[in-house]
């Protein structure tokens, strides 16, 4: 399926990227899937899906667009991401993500070691 799909003749330019950095006071780890140059010279993060439901977080898709720009050197906004569901060949991205910020004020939200408030979000 997958070689039949979208991405199938593509080359990426990395694939498994593990980056470690910090957002707000919280550490963040992240695998992203693979990154293609696209042909302005821009850049397309992808996370697979490989689920029957097309439904991701894309708080996942905005750590790892911070992420590919930190190791890039660039801009936030050179890097655009997505989410491609292999089972339907579908590409879904996401151009309105949150911002480092606003990650910083959800990793705080959403952080299980926190005690003294409750979690909003444990899947994020």
């Known amino acids: 399926t997958f070689q039949a799909g979208q991405f199938g003749n593509r080359q990426p330019y990395s694939i498994e990227q593990a980056i470690t950095f910090t957002i707000g006071t919280q550490v963040v780890r992240a695998r992203i899937d693979a990154v293609?140059?696209?042909?302005?010279?821009?850049?397309?993060?992808?996370?697979?899906?490989?689920?029957?439901?097309?439904?991701?977080?894309?708080?996942?898709?905005?750590?790892?667009?911070?992420?590919?720009?930190?190791?890039?050197?660039?801009?936030?906004?050179?890097?655009?991401?997505?989410?491609?569901?292999?089972?339907?060949?579908?590409?879904?991205?996401?151009?309105d993500l949150p911002s480092r910020a606003e990650l910083g004020q959800w990793l705080t939200r959403t952080d299980p070691s926190r005690t003294d408030r409750p979690v909003e979000n444990a899947d994020g």
């Open 36 to 95: 293609y140059r696209e042909p302005d010279g821009s850049w397309l993060v992808v996370d697979w899906k490989t689920h029957h439901r097309e439904v991701a977080d894309p708080h996942q898709l905005a750590i790892y667009r911070l992420a590919w720009a930190r190791v890039q050197g660039i801009e936030v906004d050179r890097v655009r991401a997505g989410f491609h569901y292999v089972r339907t060949d579908n590409l879904v991205i996401h151009d």
